[in-house]
């Protein structure tokens, strides 16, 4: 299984407040990784995924901060090996469909977060999630 599809089932089946922000930290940092890759990009890629890796940045950073979150995820990964060949419309798609499930599953953990700075955390990488969807489910 590549990291891309390791980080969605992990995601996908992730329980609890917690177990959500553990899985979107992996899930931003891989969509970090994927968008900043020394891709040959079509003309017109290179702006949607550079912004896209800042929002995916962000959302990472504000998921590290939240009380929830297992204190061994608050640093970055090791390198990956990357998931998708080059860049594409394809793989636009795919890391699109992550970031729209990570936005699906902060959005319901902000809902069940007992914690005021989690739900806070949670919906506010939700909202980082959707403008990386956004960004990368765009025709550049």
């Not at 009380?67 to 990357?82: F, H, I």
């Not at 060949?85 to 970031?99: D, I, N, R, V, W």
């Amino acid at each position: 299984m590549t990291d891309l599809g390791r980080v969605r089932a992990a995601l996908q089946s992730a329980d609890g407040v917690g177990g959500v922000l553990d899985a979107s930290w992996d899930a931003f940092d891989l969509l970090v990784t994927e968008c900043q890759r020394d891709h040959d990009q079509p003309p017109g890629y290179l702006a949607w995924y550079a912004f896209a890796a800042v929002a995916a940045a962000q959302g990472r950073t504000v998921v590290s901060g939240a009380p929830s979150l297992p204190v061994t995820r608050r640093m970055p990964l090791p390198a990956r090996t990357p998931g998708l060949p080059s860049a594409s419309p394809e793989m636009a798609g795919t890391l699109a469909g992550l970031a729209g499930l990570l936005d699906e599953r902060l959005t319901d953990a902000a809902g069940l977060a007992g914690d005021d700075r989690d739900q806070a955390a949670c919906a506010h990488a939700a909202l980082q999630a959707a403008v990386v969807c956004k960004l990368l489910s765009g025709d550049p």
